[in-house]
T-cell receptor, first 114, second 114 residues
């Protein structure tokens, strides 16, 4: 158990709909990352928040948005969903240490768009 | 642009064999190189990591070899076991770049036959 909690574990929704994925980082971790995993693209970095502020942005579509709340949990909002958005979405958190940035992943949220 | 190239895509070895997975990177600003192990239905979990100031790091049966001049690094699994069957991802990050986000290779599916 990595200590990173994601909900829901599975989600099936229709095209055009909007969903919210939720993540609770490990206790004390200030950084939260969102990654998308698909068969053809592998693990793609979407966005990072650090202590409530956006820190880095990757291949995140304009239809997607995220935020990190004062209690450090994060939400990833996916709107106007398309079939191609079906993927496994991972949240991860980290506490930078002297030896490097150990990033811990949650078990993911499976999104199926039908 | 794929910044971290991983090979092979899949690998089958017999129990006790030494699978080797290779990665090459392009960005010379990368200074942290972890390997992650992922079992089906689970999130990636950190296995071992190395910084470019050392050429080799060993933890148990897992060894990373690092060649800074060639911009390559590899994972060796000694005395492999069926329980090592999983997908392995190499990754890289620039910890001095303001974000600790990881750039992942596309993964290697390892099967260790009994």
């Amino acid at each position: 158990d990595s200590g990173v909690t994601q909900t829901p574990k599975h989600l099936i929704t229709a095209t055009g709909q909007r969903v919210t994925l939720r993540c609770s980082p490990r206790s004390g971790d200030l950084s939260v990352y969102w990654y998308q995993q698909s068969l053809d693209q592998g693990l793609q970095f979407l966005i990072q928040y650090y202590n409530g502020e956006e820190r880095a942005k990757g291949n995140i579509l304009e239809r997607f948005s995220a935020q990190q709340f004062p209690d450090l949990h994060s939400e990833l909002n996916l709107s106007s969903l398309e079939l191609g958005d079906s993927a496994l979405y991972f949240c991860a958190s980290s506490a930078t240490t002297v030896s490097g940035n150990t990033i811990y992943f949650g078990e993911g949220s499976w999104l199926t768009v039908v | 642009q794929q910044q971290v190239k991983q090979s092979p895509q899949s690998l089958i070895v017999q129990k006790g064999g030494i699978p080797i997975i290779n990665c090459a990177y392009e960005n010379t600003a990368f200074d942290y190189f972890p390997w992650y192990q992922q079992f089906p239905g689970k999130g990636p979990a950190l296995l071992i990591a190395i910084r470019p100031d050392v050429s080799e790091k060993k933890e148990g049966r897992f060894t990373i070899s690092f060649n800074k001049s060639a911009k390559q690094f590899s994972l060796h699994i000694m005395d492999s076991q069926p329980g090592d069957s999983a997908t392995y991802f190499c990754a890289a990050s620039n910890t001095q770049g303001g974000s600790e986000k990881l750039v992942f290779g596309k993964g290697t599916k390892l099967t260790v036959n009994p």
